[in-house]
């Protein structure tokens, strides 16, 4: 099994900054990738980024191109999601999921709220 625990949720003012981390530890190996998603009240959960563990290929949703970034520690098995320019569409539940030869795996979530 491989547990992930998201971390650096909060309540912030638009234009803000957040910055996710989710730590992989247990049977956290051979990792084909990782990736945030999001969950706003009464909506299905969304692909916001992923990155491809070997090669560190990354993939951006549209919405958040240009504001949100993504990024790894391969050593530390852990992944980041660097959050600028925060808006109040940006609230919701992040979730941190990781893909490899052990399964999928999802995290329990951190909250982001936006607001003024």
């Known amino acids: 099994q491989v547990q992930l625990k998201e971390s650096g949720g909060g309540v912030v003012t638009p234009g803000g900054s957040l910055r996710l981390t989710c730590d992989a530890s247990g049977r956290a190996y051979g990792i084909y990738a990782m990736s945030w998603h999001r969950q706003a009240p009464g909506t299905d959960r969304e692909f916001v980024a992923s990155?491809?563990?070997?090669?560190?290929?990354?993939n951006i949703t549209d919405s958040v191109k240009g504001r949100f970034t993504i990024s790894r520690h391969r050593v530390k098995n852990t992944v980041y999601l660097q959050m600028n320019t925060l808006k109040p569409e940006d609230t919701a539940v992040y979730y941190c999921?990781?893909?490899?030869?052990?399964?999928?795996?999802w995290g329990q979530g951190t909250q982001v709220t936006v607001s003024s």
């Open positions: 999921h990781l893909e490899g030869i052990t399964g999928k795996y």
């Open positions: 990155m491809r563990w070997a090669g560190g290929g990354t």
